[in-house]
């Protein structure tokens, strides 16, 4: 019996040793994606030891001798650090990340594999509905909608910025790391002005200084020092200077499929030049912005990017040594004879700028019209010419130079044939362009010609429509709304104002000007039902928005359909006798599903406004105006509230 009892204690021992065997394999044994979670777990308790960690070693190890483990003699000692290190999170990705780099091959093997198996939760509870729902699958993505969801963060405003940083801190493709970065430190708003670094609150900057931790990755580095500067209100440019120049040393010896390219690094001179121009350092911006352009620019649209670049930061300066520096470049481009000719402008030099516009609208000129009949290949190259003048129209009207633009369209339209598509979207272009401008009467000049065409040829309707999506419909409702704003009798706006809304029922604008026209106790009643059933639509598409909103995903094209439906349906109800906090409500919803649409704050400032709150609305207004600096509905409806804000000089 003492031997059976002793060959049984032997066999429970020798299972008993294969057990902790197995349970020390067991991390690799089952090795699979584990996910991270965003913030470090050194405070939680660590699983039991499996198999002989070591006698000097404990379960808070550091995660630098976590990494010295990995080449441990001992299998079972190896696997413990593997296990520990992908407990670790987040905390331990940059560690692991460089250890992939050792040159101790086996650290390295085991870190890349380490790696290659992590599954980051890129989103927790802290972020915002919007930034979580960008976030969603981020790590599955390719690497090209990887940049369109960091572009939409970008487009999120500050409240996109915590995931931007955490992007660039942890983002395994290094390039893209950097475009996280840059994306981040980019200034809001198409023309950054004085000050607008302030626009990043306290409680955000703290934020972005926990997740930039103390990681020594370049576009972190970049990071810290940004956000320093944005407490101080400083710009250092001999510390941004050493970033670029260690970023141009990258792309020389790594070439550009590695970690940066020659787009980043531009795009990096850009950024900087600009956050010293709006902290004030005019002579570095000016330095950065040539030393950029000079060593990097190749492309056309590169060097046309940096001239608006230099006008919307005011440097005109560069403009000019540019052309010196490059003559050539300068004779065959519209859009850089533009730049010129605006830099006059805003010099104070009318006449150079006046001779600047006529250049470049004459530089490839259109034959007349009366030799357009020609052979077919003449006349592709004669719409592939229009077409050409319709991007430089849609840069001048970007950049708020619309008697250029105007002037532009003249042009082509007097020279095409009216049988061509392509006249009849310069023609729509020109009208909506006009109609900015408050121009009703030019709208319907523009369009009254186009609008008989098209309801009397079959062809070319269908044609217009298939190749630029214009509808007879909608431009006839513009046509007559146009009309009814210029008519000179209230009978007569009062019979276009019906035909415009019988062909575009979708337009909030034809209502509002209904509502707010003069015509009678007959003509209210009409328009009072009219805006009942169409303030019925508008909520019926809210409601049908929000449901596919739950039914098929938080995905952008249903959160941009909900947005309009609520933008719309807020525009109608302020701007009518609806109900203004049900207005500022849906007004909000837009946001919050698009945040930082110039459009969307514009109808938040007119809900706010409408309520009296004024300096909300003209934070908000002037905001809009940030983003589209040169929109003639967003400037009026500033000025209006700044005349509101002033004290009324009437005497009692």
């Known amino acids: 019996m003492i031997v059976q009892r002793n060959i049984d204690r032997a066999s429970r021992g020798i299972w008993a040793s294969r057990v902790l065997l197995f349970l020390a394999a067991a991390p690799s044994l089952f090795a699979g994606p584990w996910p991270l979670p965003l913030a470090a777990r050194e405070d939680e308790p660590s699983r039991p030891a499996a198999g002989n960690f070591a006698s000097d070693e404990s379960s808070d190890t550091g995660i630098e001798r976590l990494i010295e483990l990995l080449a441990h003699p001992q299998y079972a000692v190896r696997v413990r650090a593997r296990y520990e290190l992908q407990n670790r999170g987040l905390a331990a990705l940059d560690a692991i990340r460089e250890a ?40 599955e993505l390719s690497e090209g909608e990887r940049r369109r969801r960091i572009d939409r963060l970008r487009g999120c405003g500050e409240i996109g910025l915590p995931a931007l940083i955490r992007l660039a801190r942890f983002e395994k493709n290094l390039q893209l790391s950097r475009y996280a970065a840059l994306s981040a430190m980019e200034p809001r708003g198409s023309i950054p002005l004085a000050g607008s670094a302030e626009e990043i609150s306290g409680p955000t900057r703290t934020q972005l200084a926990r997740e930039i931790g103390d990681s020594t990755r370049a576009p972190l580095q970049w990071l810290r020092q940004w956000n320093a500067e944005l407490e101080e209100g400083t710009f250092v440019r001999s510390t941004w200077e050493k970033y670029l120049a260690d970023e141009r040393q990258q792309l020389e010896i790594q070439g550009p499929a590695r970690n940066t390219s020659a787009e980043l690094i531009l795009n990096f001179y850009r950024i900087c030049a600009t956050r010293a121009a709006v902290s004030g350092e ?23 990017q940096a ?8 440097l005109h300066e560069v403009v000019f040594e540019l052309r010196q520096q490059s003559p050539e470049r300068f004779l065959d481009e519209p859009e850089l004879i533009y730049a010129v000719a605006e830099a006059f402008l805003k010099t104070g030099d009318v006449e150079r700028a006046e001779q600047s516009q006529r250049e470049a609208l004459e ?48 042009y082509v339209i007097e020279r095409l044939p009216p049988s061509f598509c392509e006249a009849a979207i310069h023609r729509a272009d020109q009208a909506m362009l006009l109609e900015l401008l408050q121009r009703h009467r030019d709208v319907v000049d523009v369009l009254q010609p186009l609008v008989a065409r098209m309801e009397q040829d079959a062809l070319f309707r269908t044609q217009c429509q298939k190749e630029f999506w214009l509808s007879l419909d909608d431009l006839s409702s513009q046509l007559h709304y146009h009309k009814a704003l210029a008519a000179s009798t209230a009978g007569e706006a009062q019979n276009a104002f019906r035909i415009a809304l019988s062909k575009g029922r979708d337009n909030p604008d034809i209502l509002i000007a209904m509502y707010a026209h003069e015509g009678g106790a007959a003509w209210r009643s009409e328009v009072l039902q009219q805006l009942e059933a169409i303030l019925k639509l508008h909520a019926h598409q809210v409601r049908r928005g929000e ?21 719309q349906y807020a525009w109608l109800l302020v701007n009518t006798q609806g109900d203004v906090q049900l207005a500022t409500q849906l007004s909000q919803r837009s946001l919050d599903l698009v945040p930082d649409q110039p459009d969307y704050l514009d109808t938040l400032a007119r809900c706010y406004g409408s309520a009296g709150k004024l300096e909300q609305a003209i934070a908000l207004q002037r905001r809009a105006l940030q983003l589209d600096p040169f929109s003639p509905p967003f400037q009026r409806q500033l000025q209006d509230l700044l005349q509101r804000q002033q004290p009324s000089t009437t005497p009692p």
């Not at 380490?114 to 790590?139: M, Q």
């Not at 001239?307 to 005011?314: A, E, K, T």
């Open 100 to 139: 992939g780099e050792s040159p101790n091959i086996e650290i390295a093997l085991a870190a890349r594999s380490i790696l290659s198996a992590l599954e980051v939760r890129w989103s927790d509870n802290t972020d915002p509905a919007a930034v979580r729902g960008v976030l969603e699958n981020y790590g």
């Open 282 to 304: 005019r002579d570095d911006a000016r330095v950065l912005a040539l030393q950029g352009i000079d060593r990097l620019l190749a492309k056309r649209q590169d060097l046309v």
């Open 307 to 314: 001239v608006h670049w230099g006008l919307d930061l005011g």
């Open 363 to 410: 530089l490839h000129p259109l034959p007349p019209l009366a030799s357009a009949e020609q052979p077919n290949n003449a006349q592709d190259d004669l719409r592939h010419a229009a077409m050409r003048r319709r991007e430089i129209i849609q840069m001048l009207r970007k950049r708020g130079l619309f008697s250029w633009a105007i002037a532009e369209h003249q």
């Open 547 to 567: 449901e596919n909103l739950k039914r098929e995903g938080d995905s952008e094209e249903t959160r941009a359909a909900l947005a309009m439906a609520c933008n």
